[in-house]
């Protein structure tokens, strides 16, 4: 028996689904024509209440199988279905990491803090560092510390404050800036991230190829790679930031100081000059017997940069009391891509547009004039370019909500 009900659309162009006003029709006449015709087609009736069921469960099972051929496409595949596709090209998601934040510590000139030397926040929470640092002639240096507990804990500023484990000439710690916030494990959006440099993963002395292997370093946060292959100087992004001749640049957030110098180290072109500030010795065992070479595999840890936003909604009676702490965490929330959107990294620039989408949610009543960002509290432009030697932070209390 053939039925009045029109049919899911498969084809070259993609998928689609009838208009359930356009199912119901059919399962109507398909009941007409069981009972001979002449049914009443009131959906009050008993035939109509079943026809309406009937309509609903086609358009659900309908839904179901759009949303399995959507999970087909990389775009947007999500949960099991991005594991899935993960696993053509051997990539496994992330599991959660810790936030990392810049520590200043204070203390004896010359005095080594070496890596996994251990913090606390306010909160109780303890940080490790994660590369050696000595206290240079200024009495202080700015240490990478990542959080213990993984998941995306915030330390906003001042929140670093005590030293948890002594080391002899060290006196202080504070950071100046908040932390880059960790996650409870890889977001849909940073695997397809991944999964889109993962094609060059396998392959060596390219950029695509480190970025991919640094990224997929276990606790790393963010990275960016770019190379010189020129015999000068070349002053390049937002901060202008010189890389020397015939070189890679990496930045990395994040991870263990020998797992990231084993990631770039086994990528890298034979012979390349590296940029940056912090160092890690790497012993090649392959092939040879004690004593190994040694090779001084060298990156950036780039420095905390805070953004400031300025946040104009119109003032409006039924607004709730705390409008200005919702905004805030939305503003939050979107610049970390805790909202499922793409988040601040290393060398990107930030529109305004970017944001509004989420204040708007915030509440029925919200009603945005503009929303405007800086490296101050001016914060009086609509886009932010963060240069590859910058890490993008926002504390809450950077962001000003203005009611007009």
């Known amino acids: 028996m053939t039925s009045n009900v029109p049919s899911v659309v498969i084809d070259a162009n993609g998928i689609a689904l009838p208009q359930e006003t356009d199912i119901l029709t059919g399962v109507q006449a398909d009941i007409n024509q069981a009972f001979g015709g002449g049914v009443n087609p009131g959906l009050t009736t008993p035939q109509g209440q079943i026809a309406q069921t009937t309509t609903a469960i086609i ?22 279905w991005q594991d899935a596709i993960g696993r053509i090209y051997f990539l496994e998601r992330i599991a959660a990491s810790g936030t990392v934040v810049t520590g200043t510590c204070t203390g004896l000139v010359g005095t080594v803090i070496p890596a996994g030397s251990a913090a606390q926040d306010t909160n109780g929470y303890i940080y490790f560092s994660l590369a050696d640092a000595t206290i240079p002639t200024s009495g202080s240096v700015d240490i990478d510390f990542q959080n213990s507990t993984t998941g995306p804990i915030a330390c906003p500023i001042g929140n670093l404050a005590k030293i948890y484990s002594a080391v002899p000439g060290w006196d202080r710690v504070e950071n100046l800036a908040a932390g880059t916030l960790g996650t409870d494990v890889e977001s849909r959006a940073d695997f397809e991230y991944r999964r889109k440099l993962s ?12 970025l991919g292997r640094v990224l997929a ?4 946060l ?8 020129s015999g000068s100087v070349v002053n390049y992004g937002a901060t202008s930031y010189p890389l020397a001749a015939h070189s890679v640049y990496v930045a990395v957030v994040g991870g ?9 180290w086994m990528k890298k072109s034979l012979g390349c000059n590296y940029n940056g500030d912090t160092s890690y010795v790497i012993e090649d065992s392959e092939g040879y ?10 990156w950036k840890t780039p420095d905390a940069t805070p953004a400031f936003f300025k946040i104009q909604i ?44 989420g204040v708007a949610a915030v509440n029925a009543n919200v009603n945005i004039e503009s929303i405007t960002m800086g490296f101050t509290s001016a914060a009086a432009a609509v886009s932010l370019a963060f240069g590859i030697d910058q890490r993008p932070t926002l504390d809450s209390s950077n962001i000003q909500v203005l009611l007009v």
């Not at 358009?59 to 099991?80: F, H, L, S, T, W």
């Not at 963010?222 to 292959?229: E, G, H, I, S």
């Not at 017997?289 to 060298?298: H, S």
């Open 59 to 80: 358009g659900d099972k309908n839904d179901q199988i759009a949303e399995v051929i959507n999970n087909v496409d990389p775009d947007k595949a999500d949960g099991r």
């Open 314 to 357: 119109a003032t409006d009676p039924l607004l709730p009391a705390n409008i200005v702490d919702l905004v805030r965490t939305a503003v939050v929330n979107s610049f970390n891509g805790a909202d499922g959107g793409s988040r601040a990294r290393i060398g990107s620039t930030i529109y305004a547009g970017r944001y509004y989408a």
């Open 256 to 264: 263990a100081a020998a797992d990231v110098a084993a990631a770039i």
């Open 217 to 220: 370093v276990s606790d790393v």
């Open 289 to 298: 017997e004690k004593p190994y070479p040694q090779y001084t595999v060298t």
């Open 222 to 229: 963010d990275a960016y790679v770019v190379d010189n292959p």
């Open 199 to 210: 094609v060059a993963a396998n392959g060596v002395n390219s950029t695509q190829s480190i």
